[in-house]
């Protein structure tokens, strides 16, 4: 097929049909065209992809399964396929998608032009994507967008109360559960990806966690790749001035293990729905996830393979500490007066001697302990350990148990009353504990961030004595 130029101007006439307009966007081998169908006069949008440095085989792939995914569509809040042709010209070889026209701007332009969104129109918007996505992921196989971002959602000037129209667009990303690969391709716009599409895998939840990073950044006005992450949860909460239960929401939209997620587009319309229920909002308060304290100086590091939970020491003004560092001072003051007992030596001096210098030695050593030592419980697919630590000194206790050994995960209460948590392996006990009079205790919020954490890890329920 060929490219022309219009006898009245220097507009491009593609397929000698299509009178391009303007470039609405151009990327790597990738160009975004706004044309006018000669023989219909409405506007159109034409995206070719150009054979040239930057071409690979799976850019067709991708664009060829945009044009058939949008042939199958047939949705008012999606753009129509119209067209697919081969360009040939001296200026353009590749291939070409057209699609209808929406007059409307990105979620993104608006944005950034300073629109800003009210919680109730963030919720309306969620609920027109939502219904879109049933659609989608109701196809026979479903439809995974994989790239639902701000710069993808179209809206239309707001009129009175509503939001406006909102539109779902750009399927260079789709894929259809039944078309999946071998072939790890990372699809999605860093920040909007779940984790599992990292992996090169997609499920309908994916597109979930997408939509809920994009109302995040309407609710914080911050891309989610500048939020904090605590093992890989965005923290929004702090930067977001929203009602606890659409809060709670959104983070059950973008939990980052799928399984933990909001299972379906309409399960997540029924549960936003139901956010104004009282029966609902005590559910929700009460089934909030634990999350790590802010201020809490304990590590989790974890993946597929291991999980390691590292406890720093106390430092020098926990009451354990504090309460050695006391009982070292009358020792300290009464070791000059050991000489008298040297001078005198026998069976009984010596002895008082040997017990007064193990006193020392075991009241500095907790001193050190307090002050530099470290807990880390780690646990992999093999065994579990749990390891102290002074001066690259190491110091199993108890000993290493099979993971397979593991039965059962215990909170519990200590022999002062404060709770702990127990990892049971055969006859062997690990603990964490939150007594002052322990080493390395951590604080109740940071034990139940930690048994939720090793809960999901292990598989394992949190039983209760």
């Excluded at 994989?146 to 750009?170: C, Q």
């Excluded at 965005?234 to 909001?262: C, D, G, H, Y």
């Excluded at 997540?268 to 790590?292: C, F, H, T």
């Amino acid at each position: 097929m060929t490219s022309q130029e219009s006898p009245d101007s220097n507009q491009e006439i593609l397929l000698e049909r299509y009178q391009v307009q303007q470039e609405l966007g151009k990327k790597a081998g990738r160009r975004t065209l706004l044309a006018r169908d000669l023989q219909t006069q409405e506007l159109v949008v034409v995206k070719i992809l150009s054979f040239g440095n930057e071409f690979e085989w799976n850019d067709l792939k991708l664009f060829e399964r945009e044009a058939e995914t949008l042939k199958a569509l047939s949705h008012p809040a999606i753009p129509r396929y119209l067209d697919y042709f081969e360009l040939d010209s001296p200026n353009s070889k590749g291939f070409a998608l057209v699609q209808s026209y929406i007059p409307a701007q990105s979620l993104e332009a608006q944005l950034k032009a300073g629109r800003s969104f009210s919680e109730e129109e963030v919720k309306e918007l969620a609920k027109a994507i939502l219904e879109i996505l049933k659609y989608l992921h109701g196809r026979q196989p479903p439809v995974i967008h994989r790239d639902i971002k701000p710069s993808n959602i179209l809206l239309t000037n707001r009129s009175g109360n509503s939001v406006g129209e909102v539109y779902l667009v750009d399927f260079g990303s789709v894929q259809t559960i039944a078309r999946r690969s071998s072939t790890i391709i990372v699809m999605g716009t860093y920040g909007y990806v779940p984790p599992e599409q990292f992996n090169g895998r997609a499920i309908p939840a994916s597109d979930l966690y997408s939509l809920g990073a994009t109302l995040i950044y309407l609710v914080t006005g911050q891309h989610p790749a500048d939020l904090p992450l605590t093992d890989l949860r965005l923290e929004f909460e702090q930067v977001a001035n929203i009602n606890l239960t659409f809060s709670s929401w959104l983070r059950r939209m973008t939990e980052p293990i799928a399984s933990k997620r909001l299972i379906s587009a309409e399960d997540a319309l029924q549960a936003l729905n139901n956010l104004g229920n009282p029966d609902q909002v005590q559910n929700i308060q009460s089934n909030l996830l634990p999350i790590k304290p802010s201020d809490s100086k304990v590590l989790l590091n974890k993946n597929t393979n291991y999980l390691e939970i590292i406890i720093p020491p106390d430092g020098l003004f926990k009451r354990r500490t504090l309460i050695n560092l006391i009982l070292s001072i009358p020792i300290m003051l009464f070791i000059p007066n050991l000489s008298i007992l040297f001078a005198s030596i026998n069976v009984f001096s010596l002895v008082v001697i040997l017990i007064i210098l193990s006193f020392v030695i075991m009241l500095f050593i907790s001193l050190f302990i307090g002050i530099m030592g470290k807990k880390k419980l780690y646990i992999n697919n093999e065994k579990i350990f749990l390891i102290y630590e002074l001066f690259g000194i190491k110091r199993l206790h108890p000993s290493a148990t099979l993971r397979k050994d593991i039965l059962r995960l215990e909170r519990s209460k200590d022999t002062y009353n404060q709770p702990s948590l127990t990892i049971w392996a055969g006859t062997k006990k690990y603990d964490i504990l939150t007594g002052e009079f322990y080493f390395f205790p951590v604080t109740p919020p940071e034990l139940d961030w930690l048994a939720h954490e090793l809960s999901d890890w292990l598989g394992l329920p949190i039983t209760r004595e």
